[in-house]
């Protein structure tokens, strides 16, 4: 029996010693150009021989850690939305070995609406402040929302680059719009982009025009007017899915609770995440006073996210504004980037 045990423990010691030599690690820091550390960032490690994928998060400090690795060649991978990706596929981790790699990332907004906000900021910080004053209202005493409204470029970036925890196929298909540089995104072929499931929250100025029964959004964008129903009617049952879906609205007191469903599943939502059918909006509107309006939305998706998403922003009036008219004639585009 004791022969037996000791045997057991050396089979172990040996199966031991010998799966450790298996592994090797791989260490490095997630940085910017300037060298400034940038935490929380997901790193992928991808076995190019098993297709097994590793995943790792940067710290407060930019480090990133993954401990056990098969030893073999590695795709190492940033992919995410504020960066451009970062891609390197000839590393190779050996076996009782650690590995170093430093990652550095520079900003990619040029290939997305969100490029242009550096010119925005510049002309919005010359604006005067919004008006001033109490809550106008309808004869009804209803608050009226009516006026030209924009949403500030600064609260644009943190809003619009969020990202959803995604069902695997959707966060497979938001890596490949980011690879690719979102070439295929709907406003290169003149269709309406993410401004399609929210027209409250946007780049462009947007007109609302609101009468007792209807609520009726103006943008300077592809689809140019959004009817919001406020008889009390509810949703058809035989919808036709739409880019911008059906919208029907009720007042919680001063609050306008409109609540959206029936989109197609073309549109890009927050700059490049894939939307399905299943999307369902629920937009809260409420004047706070003559100049400002708070806009919350919530995003339910459960065909491509995993958990809803919650975005706020307070619009400003701006009275000097007002929607032009817009004409897309870019059909041509995909021919010029060279797209299949």
């Not at 981790?93 to 010119?119: K, R, W, Y």
């Not at 065909?303 to 009275?319: C, E, Q, R």
Request: charged share 20%; glycine share 8%; hydrophobic share 40%.
């Amino acid at each position: 029996m004791r022969s037996l045990t000791i045997g057991i423990c050396l089979c172990w010691f040996s199966i031991g010693m010998y799966g450790q030599t298996e592994f090797g690690s791989l260490t490095g820091s997630v940085y910017k150009a300037d060298h400034t550390p940038l935490a929380n960032i997901p790193v992928e490690a991808k076995n190019l021989a098993t297709g097994k994928i590793d995943k790792a998060v940067s710290s407060l400090k930019g480090e990133y850690r993954f401990g056990q690795l098969p030893a073999g060649t590695y795709e190492i991978s940033v992919v995410i939305f504020l960066y451009r990706p970062f891609l390197r596929n000839d590393l190779a981790v050996a076996a009782g070995q650690s590995g170093h790699l430093d990652i550095q990332l520079s900003e990619n907004l040029t290939a997305t609406t969100l490029g242009e906000l550096p010119a925005l900021l510049e002309v919005y910080s010359k604006r005067p402040p919004p008006p001033k004053g109490p809550v106008p209202r309808m004869t009804d005493g209803r608050p009226d929302l009516s006026g030209v409204w924009m949403t500030p470029p600064s609260a644009l970036l943190p809003l619009l680059s969020q990202q959803p925890e995604l069902q695997p196929w959707a966060e497979n298909l938001v890596r490949e719009r980011l690879l690719n540089g979102s070439r295929d995104k709907p406003s290169a072929r003149c269709l309406p982009d993410n401004d399609a499931s929210e027209p409250f929250i946007g780049l462009l100025p947007i007109k609302i025009v609101q009468t007792r029964n209807v609520l009726v959004a103006l943008t300077g964008g592809v689809i140019a007017a959004h009817q919001v129903f406020l008889d009390g009617r509810s949703h058809p049952s035989d919808l036709e899915p739409t880019w911008m879906g059906h919208s029907i609205g009720r007042w919680d007191g001063d609050t306008l609770v409109i609540d959206t469903v029936g989109f197609n599943n073309k549109a890009w939502i927050f700059i490049v995440t894939p939307r399905t059918e299943m999307l369902h909006v629920t937009t809260r509107l409420r004047r706070l006073d003559l100049g400002r309006l708070e806009i919350e939305a919530k995003y339910d998706d459960p065909g491509a996210f995993k958990k809803s998403v919650t975005a706020t922003v307070v619009d400003v009036l701006a009275p000097d504004e007002e929607i032009d008219e817009v004409v897309c004639e870019n059909n041509q585009y995909t021919e010029h980037v060279g797209a299949k």
